[in-house]
């Protein structure tokens, strides 16, 4: 008689010096991300959760949970904090959620080189990192409480983009340790580019132990509000500071009417009706930032200095990138929102065409940064007056009808978010870390189309 393989309830019993999470209402919890931000993924998403949860803190402990579940054929996903969007940690199959918040230690700085575990939040790290000179290239907005493992696993950038580009910018991530899914799970140090075909995988091929990234030097920042009367001069305020080189900055983003009026605790910065640019900007480049301003007409309203905004605990970086989003939701809930990328050389064209196509129905909000390969350019996060998901697409297609990219945000699939070709080798990647096919499955398509009876077994 052979016998029975353990399941996932038989996990605690077989290591119970881990700190499990069994209670439903937690694990329910921690199932779950902020894909709420979209009606689709909502429904889509519902009533998907996994069996337990466990918080390791060593690596000792990972490499338990991760040798138990492979030896089980027992699906893996990886949580930082979960303030992803996407539904990136919502286990489709059940299983267990690796929550790595635990595992969280800083490494050190040298240089402008910092190295750290991938469950330390962002804002400790900062914290870390500062009284050495230096801080992040890039901060989410949610850099409070998410990981650095998790803005790896699954996000883009940040506040700091529009100097240094996106994470995904060659030079940004210098390299990962990872470890493999396998009943005797080994460990690699990955550098430079192959360190980044685990990068926006959703933690599908690899877990990510400890990362090393390029920092820069750092500023005590300004942060600002500058409001117009109309669009066009507001436009091109963001857009001629986010690209004045001699002006140093870390955040330009661009709030159109009548986005600003979702603010309401900054509705003494910001008239009704305003359109509004908010700015960190570094205290030497104030004065040309405000000539700027006064220039087009704008109207400083709103001034914190370093200090001011470490006392008060208030920062505008929680306004911008997807807070904005955030902010809005809790004063209208019937809005989403979709992101798109700008071409560099045509985004002023492009923004003016879109918005007297379709403002009203969309609400224009942009993010001033540097792609990839290094040009000036903005992202949309455009808030939308939601009406049924047909109507959505057609909002999405007409942004590509204008030669905009768009990212979209109403998906779980890494593929159909990015909207391009995903490298063949990710998929190798994912076939030397994730053999069996156990991390996050159901959210990299094409290590099914490689694999027909995986994909037939996990659509059962
Ligand atoms: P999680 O949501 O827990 O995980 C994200 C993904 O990474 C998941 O697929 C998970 O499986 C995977 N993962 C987690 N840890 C590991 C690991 N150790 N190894 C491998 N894979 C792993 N994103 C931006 O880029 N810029 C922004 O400015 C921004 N603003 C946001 C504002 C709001 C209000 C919200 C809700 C989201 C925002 N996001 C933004 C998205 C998100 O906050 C960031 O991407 C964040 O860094 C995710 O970190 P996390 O720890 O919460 O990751």
């Not at 949970?65 to 996903?77: E, F, K, Q, S």
């Not at 904090?81 to 690796?98: D, F, K, M, R, W």
């Not at 599908?204 to 300004?222: S, Y």
């Not at 208030?314 to 990328?341: F, M, R």
């Amino acid at each position: 008689m052979t016998a029975t393989p353990p399941t996932v309830q038989d996990l605690p019993g077989q290591l119970p010096d881990l700190d499990w999470i069994a209670d439903p209402l937690r694990v329910g919890r921690l199932s779950q991300d902020f894909s709420w931000f979209s009606p689709v993924l909502k429904r889509d998403l519902a009533g998907k959760r996994a069996d337990l949860a466990v918080r390791p803190r060593t690596e000792d402990e990972i490499r338990a949970v991760v040798a138990a579940c492979a030896r089980a054929g027992i699906p893996l996903t990886l949580r930082g904090t979960g303030t992803g969007n996407y539904g990136q940690s919502t286990p489709l199959h059940g299983g267990v959620i690796l929550d790595m918040s635990g595992y969280n230690a800083f490494g050190w700085v040298r240089g402008g080189t910092g190295r750290a575990q991938a469950g330390i939040r962002l804002a400790d790290f900062d914290a870390q990192a500062r009284p050495q000179g230096h801080e992040l290239r890039w901060l989410p907005s949610t850099y409070r409480s998410a990981t650095l493992g998790g803005l790896f696993g699954g996000g883009f950038g940040g506040a700091g983009s529009i100097n240094h580009g996106p994470l995904a910018a060659p030079g940004n991530v210098l390299a990962v340790r990872a470890m493999t899914v396998e009943p005797e799970p080994q460990i690699v140090e990955l550098r430079g580019p192959e360190a980044m075909l685990l990068h926006h995988t959703y933690g599908t091929n690899g877990i990510v132990l400890e990362l090393e990234v390029a920092l820069t030097p750092a500023v005590a920042w300004t942060e600002c509000i500058v409001t117009f009367d109309a669009f066009d001069p507001a436009l091109e305020f963001a857009d001629r500071f986010g690209s004045a080189p001699g002006l140093q900055k870390k955040e330009v983003c661009f709030l159109a009417a009548p986005i600003p009026d979702y603010f309401t605790s900054l509705a003494d910065a910001m008239p009704r009706g305003c359109h509004a640019v908010m700015v960190l900007v570094a205290p030497h480049s104030e004065a040309g930032m405000r000539d700027m301003a006064a220039a087009l007409g704008g109207t400083v309203t709103y001034r914190k200095t370093a200090d001011e905004v470490e006392a008060s605990h208030k920062t505008l970086l929680e306004c911008t990138w997807n807070h904005t989003t955030l902010h809005a939701l809790k004063v209208d809930k019937g809005l989403t929102y979709i992101q798109s990328g700008f071409t560099p050389a045509r985004r002023i064209e492009q923004i003016k065409a879109l918005e007297a196509a379709l403002g009203g129905e969309v609400m224009m909000h942009l993010e001033f940064l540097r792609t990839k390969e290094g040009a000036f350019n903005c992202s949309g996060l455009q808030l939308i007056r939601y009406t049924t998901e047909e109507r959505l697409n057609e909002i999405m297609q007409i942004y590509r009808d204008h030669g905009v990219q768009i990212n979209n945000p109403h998906t779980y699939i890494v593929e159909d978010g990015k909207q391009n070709q995903l490298d063949p080798a990710v998929v190798a990647m994912k076939r030397r870390f994730d053999p069996q096919g156990l991390l996050n499955p159901g959210k990299l398509r094409s290590w099914y189309a490689q694999q027909p009876q995986e994909a037939a077994r996990q659509t059962a």
